[in-house]
């Protein structure tokens, strides 16, 4: 079997309505903005183009991952909702790719085995096209789905990364049954911030 190639699409768009004010992603996290954290986690999993999709503060978090080797795609319209951010991330891919992972600018507990796990996950069963960590009977993020799907990804009609996903296509989904809580550990509210921040430095 061929080595499948992977492209990511990071949201970054969205407003952080539940941080008490302040946009998660631009929030220290060991040293660092929490996206700049997350993008940099995804290019170290050895995937071969990311887009970074930004909407509200896209200038500050652009700025965030500047030097980075992405390419930054901007989402007029992120007050629309979560899925007018994947849809102009995967319209702005460049590459020719096999399989997209959507992943989540906030979940900085993750590394980059953890998402080579994933992408494992979607070689190792070709049966599927769609393929969901779960913790737990948690879903989690990040999502991968067969690149033959981003026509219709770019184009709205199909919504990946819906909470409805896999009861749409449950035949074409494989849920990843993984045994730690960094693919369902995001970063919605100061609770949550405290707690990574915990964890990273008991870690350390």
């Known amino acids: 079997m061929s ?11 969205g407003t952080s309505s539940r941080m008490d004010g302040a946009n998660k ?18 290019l170290a999993a050895g995937v071969q183009e990311t887009v970074v999709v930004t909407g509200h503060q896209g200038r ?3 700025r965030a991952v ?31 790719t096999d399989a ?19 992408m494992a996950m979607y070689e190792a069963h070709p049966e599927c096209s769609i393929v969901i960590p779960r ?14 799907y981003a026509p219709e990804v770019a ?9 409805k996903l896999a009861q749409q296509y449950p035949e074409e989904t494989w849920y990843h049954e993984a045994s730690h809580d960094r693919f369902t550990s995001d970063m919605d509210t100061p609770d949550d911030y405290r707690r990574v921040l915990s964890r990273l430095t008991v870690a350390l």
């Open 3 to 13: 080595i499948q190639r992977f492209s990511a699409v990071v949201l970054a768009a």
């Open 25 to 42: 992603l631009l929030l220290d996290v060991g040293g660092e903005p929490a996206i700049r954290r997350s993008v940099r986690i995804v």
């Open 60 to 62: 500050e978090v652009a």
């Open 66 to 96: 500047l030097d980075l080797p992405v390419t930054v795609q901007p989402n007029l319209r992120y007050e629309d909702g979560q899925m007018r951010s994947v849809a102009a991330g995967v319209a702005a891919l460049a590459q020719a």
């Open 100 to 118: 997209i992972l959507v992943c989540l600018g906030d979940m900085v507990l993750l590394e980059p085995a953890d998402l080579r796990e994933l």
């Open 135 to 148: 913790f737990e009977g948690a879903r989690g993020n990040p999502i991968v789905f067969a690149a033959s």
């Open 155 to 163: 184009a709205g009609r199909r919504l990946i990364g819906c909470r």
